[in-house]
T-cell receptor
Framework: DSGVTQTPKHLITATGQRVTLRCSPR?????VYWYQQSLDQGLQFLIQ???????AKGNILERFSAQQFPDLHSELNLSSLELGDSALYFC?????????FGPGTRLTVL | AQSVTQLGSHVSVSEGALVLLRCNYS??????LFWYVQYPNQGLQLLLK??????LVKGINGFEAEFKKSETSFHLTKPSAHMSDAAEYFC????????????FGKGTRLHILP
């Protein structure tokens, strides 16, 4: 158990829909990183938040957005979903603590 | 900028044989280096990581990796493969001492032959 939790574990939805993925960090984790793992793109960095502020952006689509709340949990919002958005989405704290990757949310878009 | 190259998207070894998964990296600053394993339909599990100090890093499940700065390599080895080692392995890099993202390689799927 990494101490980082992600909900839901699995999500099945239809094209055009909007979903929210949630990440609850370990106590004291100020940073959260979101990654996407897809068959086409492999594992790639999406976005980073630090203490509520966006810190860095990777290959994140404009249809995607994220937030980090005062209690430091984070949400990744995916809208106007397409088939290609089907992937495993991970959150993780700072790289120095990467043994604490969350278990991921598997999103299937039908 | 940083990047990771894993040589071989698929590697097959016989049970009991040496496992060698190759990883080369590029980094403009001293790197953290990682190996992760992913079993089917599961998340990422950290096998080992190099931060500073000893260049031979021992990880879980009998794996180890050696950081060779001159060769910009961080190859993963295990002396004797088990059937349970069949999985996908990812090498990754991140700049040391900076709160920055991890860059992953494309992964190597390890097949264990009976």
């Amino acid at each position: 158990d990494s101490g980082v939790t992600q909900t839901p574990k699995h999500l099945i939805t239809a094209t055009g829909q909007r979903v929210t993925l949630r990440c609850s960090p370990r106590s004291g984790d100020l940073s959260v990183y979101w990654y996407q793992q897809s068959l086409d793109q492999g594992l790639q960095f999406l976005i980073q938040y630090y203490n509520g502020e966006e810190r860095a952006k990777g290959n994140i689509l404009e249809r995607f957005s994220a937030q980090q709340f005062p209690d430091l949990h984070s949400e990744l919002n995916l809208s106007s979903l397409e088939l290609g958005d089907s992937a495993l989405y991970f959150c993780a704290p700072t790289p120095a603590d990467t043994q604490y990757f969350g278990p991921g949310t598997r999103l299937t878009v039908l | 900028a940083q990047s990771v190259t894993q040589l071989g998207s698929h590697v097959s070894v016989s049970e009991g044989a040496l496992v060698l998964l190759r990883c080369n990296y590029s980094s403009s600053v001293p790197p953290y280096l990682f190996w992760y394993v992913q079993y089917p339909n599961q998340g990422l599990q950290l096998l080992l990581k190099y931060t500073t100090g000893a260049t031979l890093v021992k990880g879980i499940n009998g794996f180890e990796a050696e950081f060779k700065k001159s060769e910009t390599s961080f190859h993963l080895t295990k002396p004797s493969a088990h059937m349970s080692d069949a999985a996908e392995y990812f090498c990754a890099v991140s700049p040391m001492n900076r709160d920055d993202k991890i860059i992953f390689g494309k992964g190597t799927r390890l097949h264990i032959l009976p």
